[in-house]
């Protein structure tokens, strides 16, 4: 079948077994580099099992070789088998022995098992012309979903082969409560599969007899039904197993939809419409827990995931768990049942690389993401992601980096897009002014605000600024009056703010050439004293002042808008004004030229922004030069010192 394959690489078996038999010793192992994936690993020693009724193969090398033979989903998965020194090693998918979970198992559970153990027998008589001869509970395993699985295939015969000396052979290795008291006369004027019925009679009825009758729509039926039918001594009078499949214990609600599911590629495009718009009004009547677990595997199977009706009426309410907080969240499972039997289901969805599956997982992924743990979300899904965006369909790429930005909360930017990262941007808001008895009515002409102390004289109406040490040469005339006029023009409406009220704070524009200090309200009247280098006095009595880098000499502004140049009034009382720096000006004989060091060139980057250096600055504003004669300056010659 090329399935058979030697021993499995990097094989881990756990010390304490799941069980032992007469035949084998069952462990939980887990193969290294599949993911970790668990299987259930039987060893046998051949030699201890050689005798004149089962011979040679050992009864472990011959359910081996069945299980390999014949496959269907209702009978144990076979994995792998080989032979080591004196021992056999079988493995098959991860399941549990029935008689250890039987106990924890519902009457809808155990109605559906049993459902899975009759088709299984079913096709064994009727497609593979055989007898399974040892129906009992330790030949049914129960896989982590929660499926019933039928083994123990070492008793198994085919037709031809089933005669009263085969089951001598094997009687004593079979259930001896389900063998039937006159088999071996029977056996040759019966059909072979009455053997099979009346095992299944017993079983049915050992598994059923505490189970309360109200569990589950005919249950008293169904056990009556065993107890005179199946299990009649008259072998011609039982039932085919096929026509057991009809009786109404495995008809009810729960098993239609399980049966729908099943043979849903069988179903046209009218059936699946209607059922799918149904389906989960239906599913809401039976507990949550049991539908996860019997219908998860079936209800994310790719038939429904791609079908139409059921993208838009039954996956919402599927992928999306409850959290418990909306009481009118009616999602169909909790997020403690998803985590449990879905999310594994999912995990195993992500590997598969199929366009349309993707794109279904990816368009719910914000809705179940909180399920998964971080380390799976880390080392299964995210890595399955990042394929996606390197595909070539548009589609799914876009659709992934959507997905991806669903991640970044809950891994962080760094783990979804990698390093080499940095703070490119920053907060450009504007800062809030400090509210201390603010008018809503009164603005400040800047955006950009930092708070300073600045010191006050007694009266407290002259505000004391630092002296600036003046440079050798002092400072240009032209770059003084320029840079006020500049200014005046450069002002936006958006450089508008709340001036606040109490002390005196010295904000600093988004120019860095530029000082204002504030006044309180109050005191609109006071006069503020500014000092530059030049012989005219401007007066204000407003309490918004604008101070540039200029030289200590002072002026008084009565109106803001004498801070035009144009418009400025010249007085007498600089001149009368003592000039303290008198004697610390500097003779200079010719005009200095200051040579700048050129800034270092940096390598160049997407995030370079140019900025222009002010005589780029000032051919760039040619349009707003001003005639030098407007200046009250004759000849450019004043302008140098």
């Not at 799941?18 to 939980?28: I, K, L, M, N, Q």
């Not at 599949?34 to 009724?53: D, M, R, T």
């Not at 999912?346 to 993401?369: K, P």
Request: aromatic share 8%.
């Amino acid at each position: 079948m090329g399935n058979e394959i030697s021993a499995l690489n990097g094989l881990e078996i756990d010390e304490k077994s799941v069980e032992v038999t007469d035949f084998w010793v069952h462990y939980t192992a887990c193969v290294n580099g599949y993911g970790a994936q668990k299987v259930s690993l039987f060893i046998s020693e051949p030699s201890l099992h050689y005798s004149a009724n089962f011979g040679n193969p050992s009864p472990l090398e011959k359910a081996a070789k069945n299980l390999m033979l014949y496959r269907h989903p209702c009978i144990l998965k076979y994995v792998s088998s080989w032979s080591k020194g004196s021992k056999f090693f079988l493995t098959t998918e991860h399941v549990k022995p029935l008689i250890q979970s039987i106990q924890t198992q519902s009457t809808l559970q155990i109605c559906m098992g049993l459902y899975s153990i009759l088709r299984a027998l079913v096709f064994l008589h009727e497609k593979a012309s055989a007898s399974h001869n040892n129906i009992c509970g330790s030949s049914i395993y129960v896989t982590s979903e929660g499926c019933w699985k039928l083994g123990g295939l070492e008793c198994l015969c085919k037709s031809k082969e089933l005669t009263s000396i085969y089951l001598k052979k094997i009687r004593s290795y079979r259930y001896e409560r389900a063998i039937s008291v006159d088999e071996d006369a029977t056996v040759s004027s019966a059909s072979y599969s009455t053997i099979d019925a009346y095992a299944f009679g017993i079983l049915a009825e050992d598994i059923l007899k505490l189970k309360d009758s109200e569990d589950v729509p005919s249950l008293l039926e169904f056990k009556q039904f065993c107890k005179e039918n199946l299990q009649n001594a008259d072998p011609c009078l039982r039932s085919e197993l096929s026509s057991v499949l009809q009786h109404p214990f495995f008809t009810h609600d729960f098993m239609r939809i399980h049966a729908f599911l099943e043979e849903l590629p069988l179903k046209n495009s009218l059936e699946k419409e209607i059922f799918f718009g149904t389906l989960i009004m239906q599913l809401r009547k039976f507990p949550e827990n049991i539908v996860a677990e019997q219908l998860g595997r079936l209800l994310l199977s790719r038939m429904v995931l791609l079908d139409e009706t059921a993208q838009e009426k039954l996956l919402p309410f599927v992928l999306k768990p409850r959290d418990g907080k909306d009481k009118m969240d009616n999602n169909l499972f909790a997020v403690s049942t998803f985590k449990v039997y879905l999310v594994p289901k999912l995990l195993q969805m992500f590997c598969i690389r199929d366009v349309s599956i993707r794109l279904v997982l990816l368009s719910h992924l914000n809705s179940f993401v909180h399920t998964f743990q971080v380390d799976e979300l880390k080392s299964q899904v995210l890595p399955e992601l990042l394929v996606g965006i390197k595909d070539t369909n548009d589609h799914l790429v876009s659709a992934t980096l959507k997905a991806l930005a669903d991640i970044v909360p809950i891994l962080g930017a760094a783990t979804v897009i990698g390093g080499n990262r940095g703070k490119l941007f920053t907060d450009g808001r504007p800062n809030k002014v400090k509210e201390t008895g603010q008018d809503n009515n009164s603005t400040s002409s800047f955006t950009n605000i930092v708070e300073f102390t600045v010191p006050m004289s007694d009266d407290k109406k002259t505000v004391q600024l630092p002296e600036r040490p003046s440079p050798d040469g002092g400072e240009d005339k032209k770059e003084i009056m320029s840079s006020i006029t500049e200014e005046e023009y450069t002002w936006s409406d958006w450089d508008t703010q709340e001036t606040t009220t109490g002390d005196i704070h010295l904000c600093v524009s988004r120019s860095p050439d530029i000082i204002c200090q504030s006044n309180e309200i109050s005191t609109v009247d006071s006069t503020l004293t500014i000092e530059i280098d030049s012989d005219k006095i401007l007066n204000i009595d407003k309490a918004k002042i604008i101070e540039s880098k200029l030289p200590k000499k002072s002026i008084i502004l009565s109106d803001i808008s004498e801070l035009d140049i144009k418009n400025s009034k010249l007085t007498n009382s600089a001149k009368e004004e003592y000039d303290f720096f008198t004697d610390m000006e500097p003779v200079i004989k010719k005009t200095q030229v200051l040579h700048v060091q050129q800034p270092q060139i940096l390598p160049k980057s997407v995030f370079d922004i140019k900025v222009l250096t002010e005589l780029e600055a000032t051919e760039e504003n040619d349009g707003w030069d001003d005639d030098l004669s407007d200046w009250g300056i004759e000849d450019a010659q004043e302008l140098k010192i």
